[in-house]
């Protein structure tokens, strides 16, 4: 006897009815972005072209005591303003009543969904932009696009007691308008430890203009540093960082040598964020560098000319054409007082890759 086969152009293929999406990992920023000044990122909505962020300095003189008069001895508020020019940034999936009816899912669903996760992607990757970008007093542009001139521009406004950028391990590190000169200093040695972060903690506190820290209550206040995956894999190998984790912290695996998550030092909360790219092999002998940005309040301003909203396809061809898209108008930018990064220290370090 001889059994039946199916032929194969006849078996019932069953589609699997749920679909997989890319993974596309959610801003690591959005607890620290809000309207108050004591935000990282500080929000700001407007339906101009410009919108306009306000930042105001601390007072710094002795003011009187005593019986002197007040009067004639005010001191001046000094405040400054960070122009954002929100754009329009959109896309859109699109899909034919044909190819509608093939699959067990419903397409138009799908692609409202990945054009959320495309759009917070996005925003995530304008503050990443921002965080590292360049401004020579002229013009504004992310790292990788910033010609070299801008960039030993930038390095003298934000060099000596203004305090915003480390090279590796010291201060003198630094050549005060070379950029790629002080890059060659930086060594693969040259790695991110607790020393480090204390080390960018006071240029932080010391600098000129100051760099406020965030509060969490009147006697408490915090910086944060965004460093890449393989900074933080730097830190966890510091014997001084990775005996405080051990000893200091909590036991069990709520620990971060177990857990993972942010870690803590000095006050500084170290925040992990994968997509902060290294800038390449750059340092001395060729070693690879990677940056990290500590952060105070009024470090990066966020403006919204339109909040993101799905929008259809008008143009149907007869109803046989759909589409779905996504669209917002916003702008992220590092905020500058007088050429001066307000609220960032950046520091390069040596970050070699897995091998």
Known sequence: MTATTTSAGNVVTNWERKYFKEYTRASRFGKFEGTGSNNIIVAREGNGQIVDVPMVGRLTGAGVSGSTALVGAEEALNNYNWALTPTYERNAVTATKEELEKPNFDLLSAG???LGVWARALHRDNILDALGAIYDGTTYSTYAAAAEGAKDTYLANNDGTVNRVLFGDAIGNQSATDHSASLLVVTAAMTMGATEISLMKRMAQTAVPHITPLRTTEDEE????????IVRRDLMADTAFLNATREARERGLS?????????????VLIREVPEIADIGTVGNASARIAPVYLCGAEALGHAYGQRPRMTKKTETDYDFSK???????EQ???????NVANGIVTGFFGAALDS
């Not at 040598?257 to 006050?267: C, I, P, S, T």
């Not at 992220?332 to 007088?338: A, I």
């Open 323 to 329: 589409g779905v898209g996504v669209e917002h108008k």
């Open 112 to 114: 409202r969904e990945q």
């Open 332 to 338: 992220v930018r590092k905020m500058y007082w007088n």
């Open 222 to 229: 915090f910086f944060v540093l965004f460093v890449p995956s």
């Open 255 to 267: 620990n971060p040598l177990f857990k993972g998550g942010d870690l803590m030092w000095d006050n």
